[in-house]
Nanobody
């Protein structure tokens, strides 16, 4: 019973930056992991970055060194700072949460387009 508010997507030129924000509400005290997945047209959804309740982070190899996931003091809010964006980063980005029982919840998605 989670709801998500996602923001920060948009159109940016290659080499530019965006910051995504996701705030969860509802049964937030059961959340163990939050992060973002992305899905490009014709491709499967893939993990971009995640952060656990204890602060451990995980990144896709393709974004390491360019993206940074962080958590606000309020544990139900996470950010994804995306730098040095490439056209291949173009996708719908979905906020994701996994609870302590490994059940997943998804946001509605926000479009990120990297193009000249």
């Amino acid at each position: 019973q989670l709801q998500f508010v996602e923001s920060g997507g948009g159109l940016v030129q290659p080499g530019g930056s965006l910051r995504l924000s996701c705030t969860a509400s509802g049964s937030i005290f059961s959340i163990y992991t939050m992060g973002w997945y992305r899905q490009a047209p014709g491709k499967q959804r893939e993990l971009v970055a995640s952060i656990t309740r204890g602060g451990s982070t995980n990144y896709a190899d393709s974004v390491k060194g360019r993206f940074t996931i962080s958590r606000a003091n309020a544990r139900n809010t996470v950010y994804l700072q995306m730098n040095s964006l490439k056209p291949e980063d173009t996708a719908v980005y979905y906020c994701h949460a996994e609870d302590i029982y490994r059940a997943a919840s998804w946001g509605q998605g926000t479009q990120v387009t990297v193009s000249s």
